[in-house]
């Protein structure tokens, strides 16, 4: 079976623009999670989307914003970006059916905003 | 509401040692707890787990016990190789399933 994939594995962008990441899951998998992981903040929860739907949102402004497609796959979205947003940006899925289960996770984009 | 407190880092043993790397949670009810593994330059991947109290997850030589009574799920091993250095995750999912929460993270180095 495919693990998690994330495109770009690797972004430059400059303060101000806007970029969008993607994310496919493992087959079947229908939650898609993600995370912002800093050295400062360690590993930070921005959302999770089941069936299309936003089902959980942690504590980000509104300029990240995500989505979720019919085959599951995901994207995430910051606009206007700051320094502070550079970052490696994770994504992770899961079964999400209710039953507790592990999340598995892609490797990661590196953003870096100049 | 649910949460993850971990030992703070870094640790640096030399190789042989025996390792624990602590982590307690709050949480309503009964929750799955895992621990994740990320070495330099890649995402986390999945250690090991337990769903339920008094079960003992155990990969690789690492193992851990759900501890209901004392809210803990500490993670230890036996004997580490210089492979190991990589930071842990201890987490926690909700009864759902649906989100996750985990710890800061413990940067673990080996010696030779």
């Known amino acids: 079976k495919a693990g998690v994939t994330q495109t770009p594995r690797y972004l430059i962008k400059t303060r101000g623009q806007q970029v969008t990441l993607s994310c496919s899951p493992i087959?079947?998998?229908?939650?898609v999670s993600w995370y912002q992981q800093t050295p400062g903040q360690g590993l930070q929860f921005l959302f999770e989307y089941f069936s299309e739907t936003q089902r959980n949102k942690g504590n980000f402004p509104g300029r990240f914003s995500g989505r979720q497609f019919s085959n599951s796959r995901s994207e995430m979205n910051v606009s206007t970006l700051e320094l502070g947003d550079s970052a490696l940006y994770l994504c992770a899925s899961s079964l999400g059916s209710g039953t507790p289960g592990e999340q598995y996770f892609g490797p990661g984009t590196r953003l870096t905003v100049t | 509401g649910n949460s993850v407190t971990q030992m703070e880092g870094p640790v640096t043993l030399s190789e042989e040692a025996f390792l624990t790397i602590n982590c307690t949670y709050t949480a309503t009810g009964y929750p799955s707890l895992f621990w994740y593994v990320q070495y330099p330059g890649e995402g986390l991947q999945l250690l090991l787990k337990a769903t339920k109290a008094d079960d003992k997850g155990s990969n690789k030589g690492f193992e851990a016990t759900y501890r209901k009574e004392t809210t803990s799920f500490h993670l230890e091993k036996g004997s580490v190789q210089v492979s190991d250095s990589a930071v842990y995750f201890c987490?926690?999912?909700?009864?759902?399933?649906?989100?996750?929460?985990f710890g800061t993270g413990t940067s673990l180095t080996v010696i030779p």
């Open positions: 987490a926690l999912s909700d009864l759902t399933g649906n989100q996750f929460y």
């Open positions: 087959s079947g998998h229908r939650s």
